[in-house]
């Protein structure tokens, strides 16, 4: 995670200032709302039979993380989920949907991670070998930033 949070952010916030918050038109050269909170879907393909390993190493190293992000207040929740029934396309395994505080709070995880993880794991080989491990399990990762429609 902490090379994928990092280049997540990064890309994030590189597309955001291309096109605006999530989308939203903007003035050129103006900077994206920041207050607004962020909703990410975050999706991972996984190698066949490698779900249950890899959900084990996710709640072990690195949903920790984000439960120390939580209660610093730069993610307002997070929620998992699996699919109930097949579906061809996309083929995806997990989903993590995450509710960032605003812009600003992406940017402070990728400079908080670090330390985070040096609290959490003392043992930074086995978190990255454990890590390593979680992400050769996965086929395939991608994010979508979403952008609220209002109905009414």
Avoid at 100 to 114: F, I, K, N, T, V
């Amino acid at each position: 995670m902490t090379r994928l949070l990092g280049a997540s952010v990064v890309l994030i916030l590189g597309l955001v200032g291309a096109t605006g918050a999530a989308g939203e038109e903007q003035a050129p050269g103006s900077e994206p709302k920041g207050g607004a909170p962020v909703t990410i879907e975050y999706y991972y393909k996984l190698a066949p039979g490698g779900a249950s390993e890899w959900l084990a190493l996710y709640l072990k190293n690195h949903n920790p993380i984000l439960r120390q992000m939580m209660k610093e207040g730069l993610i307002l929740s997070e929620k998992a989920y699996e699919r109930r029934f097949h579906a061809e396309s996309p083929a995806w395994d997990y989903k993590v949907v995450m509710v960032w505080r605003d812009w600003s709070a992406l940017e402070q995880a990728g400079g908080r991670e670090p330390e985070i993880i040096r609290s959490l794991y003392p043992d930074k080989g086995n978190h990255d070998r454990e890590e390593k491990r979680r992400w050769e399990l996965t086929e395939r990762h991608w994010d979508d930033v979403l952008k609220e429609v209002q109905l009414q």
